[in-house]
């Protein structure tokens, strides 16, 4: 008697409660994520505007960020859109949801050290002069 190879085990499926939850999130991000794209390209902008003036790399990386980080919301957000509208797929978009939200959070935290760096080098720079 020869074993068969067992076939792809069925996700869990989220139910009706849950995908309501999914779907507000859903929502709030895909809003958050488009605000943040329109207003990175904003302050994109104004940076190139500025460009004579020394701000202007300053508001141009800003605004870049500000891009990236929002099209990754979105992308979230459609991941777990994509959560409450098909079915059999909830885990693999709740993966791919995840992996996107954490690009968001790992992106932030690098900058908050880059910030906090530049911060204690500015304090060190103002106290010996």
Same mark, same amino acid.
């Not at 859903?26 to 207003?39: E, K, T």
């Not at 500025?50 to 990386?61: E, T």
């Not at 994509?82 to 949801?97: F, P």
């Given at each position: 008697? &020869?074993?068969q190879a067992p076939g792809p085990r069925p996700e869990y499926e989220f139910d009706i #409660?849950? #995908?309501e939850v999914i779907d507000g999130l /859903?929502? /709030?991000? *895909?809003?958050?994520?488009?605000? =943040?794209?329109?207003?990175g390209?904003?302050?994109v902008l104004a940076g190139v505007v #500025?460009?004579?003036?020394?701000?202007?790399?300053?508001?141009?990386?800003q605004g870049v960020v500000m891009i990236l980080i929002g099209a990754w919301l979105a992308g979230a957000a459609r991941s777990f859109r994509?959560?409450?509208? &098909?079915?059999?797929?909830?885990? &693999?978009?709740? =993966? *791919?949801?995840l992996r996107k939200l954490r690009s968001v959070y790992f992106t932030q935290a690098v900058l908050y050290i880059v910030a906090c760096v530049l911060v204690a080098l500015l304090i060190v720079f103002a106290l010996t002069r």
């Open positions: 008697m &020869t074993e #409660n849950e #995908n /859903s929502r /709030s991000m *895909s809003f958050v994520g488009i605000i =943040m794209i329109v207003f390209g904003l302050i #500025n460009l004579p003036r020394g701000v202007a790399l300053l508001q141009i990386g994509d959560m409450v509208r &098909t079915e059999g797929n909830d885990i &693999t978009h709740l =993966m *791919s949801a």
